[in-house]
């Protein structure tokens, strides 16, 4: 190897930086996170290759990820989930979600959904996040969801089975991983 | 679709050594890894240039992590300067042209083999620690299948069972480094063998930790603000080694974890075994304008 | 304390490193061919535990490690590790493979015949000690058979199976493009088919040695007899993005079927890169051992599949040449106080801290 050092392409700092931002979603759960570069796709291709499954509703963003190599498959088998959570009709079957099981908790699903993020007392459904991540407790106010999601979310959540969640918000990201309790207040 | 499309110009080495396949996968673990603090989550683990042992795993996260404009410190048994730890560092700036510190303040990302500095990590900082065995019930079920089962039932009593035999048989638990730690009340996990010293700065810590065995192929981590607490019976207090009141006689100071160094005449002298640490003090004696971080132990006693 | 920390170990460190290169001294395009030449079993053999084929690689890394073989696979496996998949070869078929060497040890006679090619079996082992003292080793002339072997052979398991001597085992029916990839999965267990035969493919030879060693002594219950072994190159196939297959070129391969004469006739199987008789004797040993019920310790999966790894191996056993007197330190510290602790018990003057009898005894209850 070269004594030169090696520089990033312009796809490495795509990557790396939209990785940050789903890093410390996930590790900071509530904490609104910056995306450098944002859009679904952005964070699917920092992801995303032919070793993955994904499910999507937008024949558009569909198309994109396909092209990561990432296999798309019916909802139930999906890795990555990329849907909208604004009314129930079309979350119905995120029962199905994958949740891992208690030797490999980590063969879930991750969720990618797009949001309005609002502070502690912005409008939408106020939510009081603690666990892991959070220091003591954190309020956030999240429109764009129907509001009946997050009982299902905890339904489904049995810990250490689960799936993790991304909302978005133009270049805004909030994580909520499994360990997270949610209280709606 | 075409031949060069599946493919991209040939380069000699990616930047950050790994191509873009295998950092994803290092990503995606590596989330998983934060979504359940203590699970050990399975990698692939590809083959980087240094041996098998010598800090692979932590090196793939660290090359995942850094961008041009992170902050890197890499320490081996608490000194920046070691074998090691210099390579480490030398190769991970050649890959990603970030800047390297010696100082755990300025850092973004610190690498390190069996030690968590003196100086108190913050909330932007992330550790990444080496890690030689990630299965801490190794020591009662070798078998990596079983060990997987029995943490799928939170099945822990055979490791009780044996910090208990230790207290029976010689009257204190004798685990030294690796102490087997509770991960957000449900998953064991093993430190890595950092001292008993470093395990409470663990508990409810700022920063980010991800502990990654290479050669093992297992990853996971510490999220901040999650209740990490060393296996203890109510009634026989955890016990940290006992340095509280040790000196180091190359910067004066006191109340940190010390290295050992035996002499001639039979008796040990010590010296601060968080190197860089040592170091500025030294400085600050000097006259040198030095900050010194805020810590975790003040006058050998934890700080809560 | 010499070799770690204190200001200075930088420097010491470049120059031991310079101390090893120096004395491997220049190494040139002439010298990388010179062993690509020369040594070619040696390449097959990095190449096969770099699961890397890649000759003139296998050379250099050869040249730059003076030959040590785990710093060889491991440079190769590094730079293996560089390199994307572009896609996936089409499956190599037994009855397919460019045949040089090909026996049976099970039967006399099988269809086909028994094509020694190349080896050293038959040989006596004596130096040539006249070469060292200027008097070449000129290699005799091989004389043409009347009727070449023809370039490919079938399959003796085929036949077998033909025959209803052994069962055919349900073929998993897995697509090309999802065939699991050890290199980039992680390794479970129990491990699937694929992931079993990769990594024994990219075994450390040695360690597949002593392992199918032990289980063809007697630890284990299998008989291994070798149905085949066969030595051949395979032709690369890859399909061109418009459909079309085409062959990228050849891979020198080696593989053999150990069956069993315990109970029933089963096949064990290993393949690799390179010509290895050795090691894919072992490998196929240790696959049938392994697939027995409640096989012995030395040929069970997870100890066999982890422990014959080269670079996990090698790099761990290496590693205990690091520092470790902060473990070290931790451990002291414990076995001093039990110590202190005995003795103040007997003194009946425990000191604050010491563990009691009577705690212990609370700690029991």
Same mark, same amino acid.
């Given at each position: 190897?070269?004594?030169?050092?090696?520089?990033p392409?312009?796809e /490495?700092i795509?990557?790396?930086?939209?990785?940050?931002?789903?890093?410390?979603?996930?590790?900071?759960?509530?904490?609104?996170?910056?995306?450098?570069f944002?859009? #679904?796709l952005?964070?699917?291709?920092s992801?995303l290759?032919?070793?993955?499954?994904?499910?999507c509703?937008?024949e558009?963003?569909?198309?994109?990820?396909a092209?990561?190599?990432?296999?798309a498959?019916?909802?139930? $088998?999906?890795?990555?989930?990329f +849907?909208?959570?604004? *009314?129930?009709?079309?979350?119905?079957?995120?029962?199905? %979600?994958l949740?891992?099981?208690?030797?490999?908790?980590?063969?879930?699903?991750?969720?990618?959904?797009?949001?309005?993020?609002?502070?502690?007392?912005?409008?939408g459904?106020?939510?009081?996040?603690s666990?892991?991540?959070?220091?003591?407790?954190?309020?956030?106010?999240?429109?764009?969801?129907? &509001?009946s999601?997050?009982?299902?979310?905890s339904?489904?959540?049995?810990? &250490?089975?689960?799936?993790?969640?991304y909302?978005?918000d133009g270049?805004?990201?909030?994580?909520?991983?499994?360990?997270?309790?949610?209280?709606v207040? | 679709m075409k031949?060069?499309?599946?493919?991209?110009?040939?380069e000699?080495?990616?930047?950050g050594?790994l191509?873009?396949?295998?950092?994803?996968e290092m990503?995606?673990?590596i989330?998983?890894? +934060?979504?359940?603090?203590?699970?050990?989550?399975?990698?692939?683990?590809?083959?980087?240039?240094i041996?098998r042992?010598?800090?692979t795993?932590?090196l793939?996260?660290?090359?995942?992590?850094l961008?041009?404009?992170?902050?890197?410190?890499?320490?081996?048994?608490?000194?920046?300067?070691?074998?090691?730890?210099?390579?480490?560092?030398?190769?991970?700036?050649?890959?990603?042209?970030?800047?390297?510190?010696?100082?755990t303040m300025?850092?973004?990302?610190?690498?390190?083999?069996?030690?968590?500095?003196?100086?108190k990590?913050? @909330? /932007?900082?992330?550790?990444?620690?080496?890690v030689? *065995?990630?299965?801490?019930?190794?020591?009662?079920?070798?078998?990596?299948?079983?060990?997987r089962?029995?943490h799928?039932?939170?099945?822990?009593g055979?490791l009780?069972?044996t910090l208990?035999?230790?207290l029976?048989?010689?009257?204190?638990?004798m685990?030294?480094?690796?102490?087997?730690?509770?991960?957000?009340?449900?998953?064991?996990?093993?430190?890595?063998?950092i001292?008993?010293?470093?395990?409470?700065?663990?508990h #409810?810590?700022?920063?980010?930790?991800?502990?990654?065995?290479?050669?093992?192929?297992?990853?996971?981590?510490?999220?901040?603000?999650?209740?990490?607490?060393?296996?203890v019976f /109510?009634?026989?207090?955890?016990? +940290?080694?006992d340095?509280a009141?040790?000196?180091?006689?190359?910067?004066?100071?006191?109340?940190?974890?010390?290295?050992?160094?035996p002499?001639?005449?039979?008796?040990?002298?010590? @010296?601060?075994?968080?190197?860089q640490y040592?170091?500025?003090?030294?400085?600050?004696?000097?006259g040198? &304008?030095?900050t010194?971080? @805020?810590?975790?132990?003040?006058?050998?006693?934890?700080?809560? | #304390?010499?070799?770690?920390?204190?200001?200075?170990g930088?420097?010491a460190i470049?120059?031991?490193?310079?101390l090893?290169r $120096? /004395?491997?001294?220049?190494?040139?395009?002439a010298r990388?061919?010179?062993i690509a $030449?020369?040594?070619?079993?040696?390449?097959?053999?990095?190449?096969?535990?770099?699961?890397?084929?890649?000759?003139?690689?296998?050379?250099l890394?050869?040249?730059?490690s003076?030959?040590?073989?785990?710093?060889?696979?491991?440079?190769?496996?590094?730079?293996?590790?560089t390199? &994307?998949?572009?896609?996936?070869?089409?499956?190599?078929?037994?009855?397919e493979l460019?045949?040089?060497?090909?026996?049976?040890?099970?039967?006399?006679? +099988?269809?086909?015949?028994?094509?020694?090619?190349?080896?050293?079996?038959?040989?006596?082992?004596?130096? *040539?000690v006249?070469?060292?003292?200027?008097?070449?080793?000129?290699?005799?002339?091989?004389e043409?058979?009347?009727?070449?072997?023809?370039?490919?052979?079938?399959s003796?398991?085929?036949?077998?199976?033909?025959?209803?001597?052994?069962?055919?085992?349900p073929?998993?029916?897995?697509? %090309?493009?999802?065939?699991?990839?050890?290199?980039?999965?992680?390794?479970?267990?129990?491990?699937?088919?694929?992931h079993?035969?990769?990594?024994?493919a990219?075994a450390?030879?040695?360690?597949?040695?002593?392992?199918?060693y032990?289980?063809m002594?007697?630890?284990?219950?299998?008989?291994?007899t070798v149905n085949e072994?066969r030595?051949?190159?395979a032709?690369?196939?890859?399909?061109?993005?418009?459909?079309?297959?085409?062959?990228?070129?050849?891979?020198?391969?080696?593989?053999?079927?150990?069956?069993?004469k315990a109970?029933?006739?089963?096949?064990?199987f290993?393949?690799?890169?390179?010509?290895?008789?050795?090691?894919?004797?072992?490998?196929?040993?240790?696959?049938?051992?392994?697939?027995?019920?409640?096989p012995?310790?030395a040929? *069970?999966?997870e100890?066999?599949?982890?422990?014959?790894?080269p670079?996990?191996?090698?790099?761990?056993?290496?590693?205990?040449?690091?520092?470790?007197?902060?473990t070290?330190q931790?451990?002291?510290?414990?076995?001093?106080?039990?110590?202190?602790?005995?003795?103040a018990?007997?003194a009946?003057?425990?000191?604050?801290g010491?563990?009691k009898?009577?705690?212990?005894?609370?700690?029991?209850?």
């Amino acid at each position: 190897m070269t004594q030169t050092l090696l520089v990033p392409t312009a796809e /490495d700092i795509r990557a790396n930086a939209t990785f940050d931002a789903l890093m410390w979603g996930l590790a900071r759960p509530g904490l609104v996170q910056t995306l450098a570069f944002p859009g #679904m796709l952005a964070l699917a291709e920092s992801l995303l290759d032919r070793e993955c499954t994904f499910f999507c509703c937008d024949e558009a963003l569909k198309e994109g990820i396909a092209a990561t190599g990432a296999q798309a498959v019916p909802i139930a $088998e999906a890795e990555y989930v990329f +849907i909208s959570l604004e *009314n129930g009709l079309q979350f119905s079957d995120l029962s199905d %979600l994958l949740v891992g099981n208690l030797l490999y908790p980590d063969a879930s699903a991750t969720i990618f959904a797009p949001a309005v993020i609002g502070g502690a007392t912005g409008s939408g459904t106020r939510l009081r996040l603690s666990g892991p991540g959070v220091n003591g407790s954190l309020d956030i106010a999240i429109g764009g969801v129907d &509001p009946s999601f997050w009982a299902l979310r905890s339904k489904a959540a049995r810990y &250490p089975l689960g799936w993790d969640l991304y909302l978005t918000d133009g270049d805004r990201l909030v994580g909520f991983p499994r360990s997270t309790e949610i209280e709606v207040l | 679709m075409k031949l060069d499309q599946l493919t991209k110009p040939w380069e000699a080495f990616s930047y950050g050594f790994l191509d873009q396949s295998a950092k994803r996968e290092m990503r995606r673990r590596i989330l998983k890894a +934060i979504a359940i603090p203590g699970y050990q989550v399975p990698y692939a683990s590809r083959e980087v240039p240094i041996a098998r042992g010598w800090g692979t795993g932590g090196l793939q996260v660290t090359l995942t992590l850094l961008k041009p404009s992170s902050v890197v410190k890499v320490i081996d048994q608490g000194a920046d300067d070691s074998v090691n730890a210099s390579s480490i560092r030398k190769f991970l700036r050649r890959v990603s042209s970030a800047r390297e510190t010696l100082d755990t303040m300025e850092a973004d990302v610190i690498q390190s083999r069996h030690r968590i500095p003196e100086e108190k990590l913050r @909330e /932007d900082q992330i550790l990444v620690l080496q890690v030689p *065995n990630p299965e801490p019930l190794r020591p009662v079920q070798p078998d990596m299948s079983e060990a997987r089962i029995m943490h799928g039932d939170a099945d822990y009593g055979q490791l009780w069972l044996t910090l208990y035999e230790q207290l029976v048989r010689s009257g204190r638990i004798m685990q030294g480094s690796s102490y087997p730690s509770m991960v957000n009340g449900r998953h064991v996990m093993t430190p890595s063998p950092i001292p008993r010293w470093d395990v409470p700065k663990m508990h #409810m810590a700022a920063n980010l930790t991800i502990l990654s065995a290479g050669r093992e192929k297992r990853i996971h981590a510490v999220p901040p603000y999650t209740r990490v607490e060393p296996l203890v019976f /109510d009634d026989v207090p955890y016990r +940290i080694e006992d340095h509280a009141d040790k000196t180091c006689y190359r910067s004066g100071v006191t109340g940190f974890f010390m290295n050992e160094l035996p002499q001639d005449d039979g008796s040990s002298s010590f @010296e601060v075994s968080d190197s860089q640490y040592g170091v500025k003090h030294i400085r600050r004696q000097e006259g040198e &304008p030095v900050t010194l971080g @805020e810590t975790y132990y003040r006058e050998g006693r934890l700080e809560r | #304390m010499a070799y770690v920390a204190t200001r200075g170990g930088e420097r010491a460190i470049e120059q031991s490193e310079r101390l090893y290169r $120096e /004395d491997l001294g220049r190494i040139d395009k002439a010298r990388v061919d010179a062993i690509a $030449e020369s040594l070619p079993y040696l390449l097959d053999r990095v190449m096969g535990e770099a699961s890397l084929y890649a000759p003139e690689l296998a050379a250099l890394a050869l040249a730059q490690s003076g030959g040590d073989l785990y710093e060889a696979v491991l440079l190769l496996r590094a730079y293996r590790t560089t390199q &994307p998949r572009i896609t996936i070869a089409e499956p190599v078929r037994q009855d397919e493979l460019f045949t040089v060497r090909r026996i049976s040890a099970a039967f006399k006679d +099988i269809p086909g015949g028994q094509i020694l090619g190349p080896t050293l079996d038959y040989s006596h082992r004596l130096l *040539n000690v006249g070469v060292l003292s200027g008097e070449d080793f000129v290699p005799e002339a091989v004389e043409l058979a009347n009727t070449p072997a023809p370039a490919t052979q079938p399959s003796l398991a085929d036949w077998q199976k033909a025959q209803g001597l052994i069962a055919d085992p349900p073929a998993e029916h897995v697509l %090309l493009d999802e065939i699991p990839d050890v290199t980039r999965e992680p390794l479970l267990f129990p491990a699937s088919r694929a992931h079993k035969l990769q990594s024994l493919a990219r075994a450390d030879t040695g360690g597949t040695l002593a392992l199918g060693y032990a289980t063809m002594r007697g630890y284990g219950n299998t008989h291994p007899t070798v149905n085949e072994l066969r030595l051949g190159e395979a032709e690369v196939r890859i399909r061109h993005p418009r459909g079309t297959l085409f062959s990228t070129g050849r891979v020198r391969v080696s593989q053999a079927e150990i069956i069993s004469k315990a109970k029933n006739l089963q096949l064990g199987f290993s393949a690799t890169f390179g010509w290895n008789e050795v090691k894919v004797i072992a490998a196929a040993s240790l696959d049938l051992a392994s697939s027995q019920e409640k096989p012995h310790p030395a040929s *069970n999966e997870e100890f066999v599949l982890y422990h014959t790894e080269p670079v996990e191996s090698s790099g761990f056993c290496i590693h205990f040449k690091l520092p470790h007197y902060v473990t070290f330190q931790s451990s002291l510290d414990a076995l001093r106080k039990v110590k202190a602790d005995q003795a103040a018990n007997k003194a009946g003057a425990p000191a604050a801290g010491a563990a009691k009898p009577a705690e212990l005894e609370k700690a029991i209850s």
